[in-house]
């Protein structure tokens, strides 16, 4: 049986392809930083403890890999975020050559117009370059938001739409994007290992409507079954002043949920969607859909739906 190093394996991605990749035939080995904490989810899986950028633990990890997923991403703070992210994937580059058997990696990096001045958005594309420039055929896939329970910027739409009863309209939320269901990604990344090509290569994996941030609060909103948020137009209110208001609304970590917002600032859209038909899956699910899934599936965890006190409770907190 092939064998597949999944780095990231606890992380939202990570839990949702490693299914998918045992239903395909893989043996999945994880690698993680607290190997005790990952076992104590999944005891059934090969363990490797360890970092992307150690070069020791690469090389302990990828022996006797066929292949291996990269989905890891550092979202945390930090002026020297890229440079970090950038090291970390040569290191893993160089193991990945010297283990010698490995014949793909498969990255989920992030789409990024040109000129964009979000870092973390910047970060993931340097990361894609760093390891499709090395000796292992590297297939670099790029979404941009990707819905689903566990998907940080989910969380943060999820929230907004949830507890703002008025929706200040900033113009960053003019921006548009092409957000894709976790589930379509999950057959990106599998179908991606198996896709016949020689050499490295990127690929926009877009989902199929194009919304601006307005239309996605607004249709979150409405698959909650919530009324549509008044939205009042606040055309000077940066992406770096709305980050200080998003922090009173939503769950997600401050410092991740500003990096989010202030790459909202431009359109993230796709070059092309043909990746789509070379894996032979041109339908994908609709924004709606993929909402409700991530719904539900907070459901089942007993995630509760919290209305516009939700603010009111966290300005009261941080006073």
Known sequence: ???ILLTGATGFVGRAVRPALERAGWQVRGLS???GRARARWNDLEWVEGDVADPSACARALAGCDAALYLVHGLGGGADL????????????????????LRRIVYLGGVAPPGANSEHLQSRLAVGEALRSGPVPTIELRASMIVGHGSLSWLVVRDLAARLPVMVLPRWLRSRTEPVAIDDVVIALTRALALERTGSAWFDIPGPEVLT????????ARVMGLRRPLSLDV???????SALWVRFVTRADWSVARRIVVGLEHDLLAE????WTLIGHPLRVPFAEAARRALAAEEREGVP?????????????AH
Do not use: C, N, Y
């Open 1 to 3: 049986m092939a064998r």
């Open 33 to 35: 930083r607290d190997v």
């Open 82 to 101: 890229r440079r970090r992210e950038v090291a970390a994937a040569r290191v893993f580059a160089a193991a990945a050559s010297a283990a010698g058997e």
């Open 213 to 220: 941030g307005k239309q996605i609060l607004e249709e979150t």
């Open 235 to 241: 055309p000077l209110l940066t992406p770096h002043l």
């Open 272 to 275: 092309s969607d043909r990746f």
């Open 305 to 317: 739906v919290r209305g516009p006190w939700g603010v009111v409770e966290r300005v009261l907190a």
